[in-house]
């Protein structure tokens, strides 16, 4: 019997990093999102193809249910190997899963460019965790690692306040929809940067984290319940500043678009795939001009 399972992607809009520790961050469900179709296959053998959002194939292999309960690994193909992490975590979490049928034809089918960095990871866990009926968050928890923030969109339709209290997730919907939506913009930053160094230095700093936290989870509030473009912006610009401050960092907006009228926002870890601009004027022009040829509406984006 053919099952098919979706999750939504993701934007952490605030909170980035100090979500790990406590702290409430803002983040929004995308429309782009990934589905996992599971069909019958050759006893004992799972056979697995991913899709990129164009149809093209970046994964393609197999692998034996016995692999899998021996938690394999190949050293010459590091997706394989974490794909088998995930599949023996889920079975840890629900041993009698597999006896009922052990033989699977899989496909994963992401509805964004993978490139795009909005969720290819978190998606698979969600759904992989709904089709072996599991709780998604231990899931990752046992096998990425991470704050769960991007399990939680994957989960919901609407924006939502994420926080861990006491190491344990906890999700509010909250109504955010402001009157200027239209001038809120994503930008793909048509790369990907390494950002160990920055967790690197944001862990090295661990005994200042206590005094942000308040700090961040009043200007999350803030964006939040903005009601003008004007307090917006300034509860996003002062966001930057706090996290380039712990980060030792420089902000995206004094790397990279210096000369913008408006405000460029990190989203997640810092030098990561999309920014978000806000500005009163259509920046189209500017970043076009700069190279950059993904812009996306908020409403394009975001559920």
């Not at 189209?284 to 700069?290: A, E, P, Q, R, V």
Request: aromatic residues 14%.
């Amino acid at each position: 019997m053919k099952q098919t399972f979706y999750s939504n992607g993701k934007l952490l809009i605030t909170g980035e990093y100090v979500v790990l520790d406590g702290a409430q961050a803002l983040a929004l469900p995308t429309k782009f999102g990934q589905n996992l179709i599971i069909e019958e296959g050759l006893p004992n053998t799972f056979e697995w193809t991913s899709y990129d959002s164009d149809g093209s194939i970046w994964f393609e292999s197999s692998f034996s249910l016995q692999e899998v309960l021996a938690k394999k690994e190949f050293k010459e193909d590091k997706i394989k190997t974490r794909l088998v992490e995930i599949l023996y975590h889920g079975y840890l979490l629900n041993k009698e899963f597999f006896k009922k049928h052990s033989g699977y034809k899989i496909k994963t089918e992401l509805t964004f460019p993978k490139t795009w960095g909005l969720g290819t990871s978190s998606t698979l866990i969600n759904n992989i965790a709904q089709w072996l009926e599991i709780d998604a968050f231990t899931l990752l928890k046992n096998s990425f690692g991470g704050s769960g923030y991007d399990i939680a969109c994957a989960k919901y339709s609407s924006p939502i306040i994420y926080q861990l209290i006491d190491g344990k997730p906890h999700t509010i919907e909250t109504d955010f929809f402001p009157d200027f939506i239209d001038q809120i913009y994503f930008v793909y930053l048509n790369q990907k940067q390494n950002s160990r160094t920055a967790i690197k230095r944001y862990n090295e700093k661990k005994a200042d984290i206590k005094t942000i936290i308040p700090r961040i989870n009043t200007l999350t509030q803030q964006v939040i319940n903005a009601t003008e473009i004007e307090s917006f912006s300034k509860a996003l610009e002062l966001h930057e500043i706090e996290m380039s401050t712990i980060l030792e960092k420089q902000t995206v907006k004094e790397t990279l678009f210096t000369d913008f009228n408006g405000v460029v926002k990190s989203l997640g870890a810092w030098g990561g795939d999309f920014v978000m601009v806000v500005s009163k004027e259509n920046p189209l022009s500017y970043f076009l001009d700069k190279g950059y040829t993904v812009i996306l509406s908020y409403k394009d984006i975001i559920l």
